[in-house]
């Protein structure tokens, strides 16, 4: 089992950056690939960003590609999500998850990961 917490969301305006962090404690966190998820009112979750185990292999949405960087710090079991340029349709709850395996092909469906925060939100004002 992994328990994931997010931190870092908050308000922002349009433009800016703001970076979320992910702590993992439990199983070894180097077994799991991880990514972060979105979820805006009235709408499905959605894709944003995955990493492999390693960090060698990262994978993005369109609508962030860019602007969003995912990294992994294996020494301190952490993810995090740098976001920049900033935009209003950004807003949503940000999720973290992990997918236990160490594999560089990187999933983006959020019915194949295991665990999953309990969420930070960001919201981006015009």
């Known amino acids: 089992q992994v328990q994931l917490v997010e931190s870092g969301g908050g308000l922002a305006q349009a433009g800016d950056s703001l970076r979320l962090s992910c702590a993992a404690s439990?199983?070894?966190?180097?077994?799991?690939?991880m990514g972060w998820f979105r979820q805006a009112p009235g709408k499905e979750r959605e894709f944003v960003a995955a990493i492999s185990w390693s960090g060698g292999s990262t994978d993005y949405a369109d609508s962030v590609k860019g602007r969003f960087t995912i990294s992994r710090d294996n020494a301190k079991n952490t993810v995090s999500l740098q976001m920049n340029s900033l935009k209003p349709e950004d807003t949503a709850v940000y999720y973290c998850?992990?997918?236990?395996?160490?594999?560089?092909?990187?999933?983006?469906?959020?019915?194949?990961?295991?665990?999953w925060g309990q969420g930070t939100q960001v919201t981006v004002s015009s």
């Open positions: 439990g199983r070894t966190f180097s077994f799991y690939a």
């Open positions: 998850a992990a997918r236990f395996g160490r594999s560089n092909n990187l999933v983006t469906s959020f019915s194949s990961y295991d665990h």
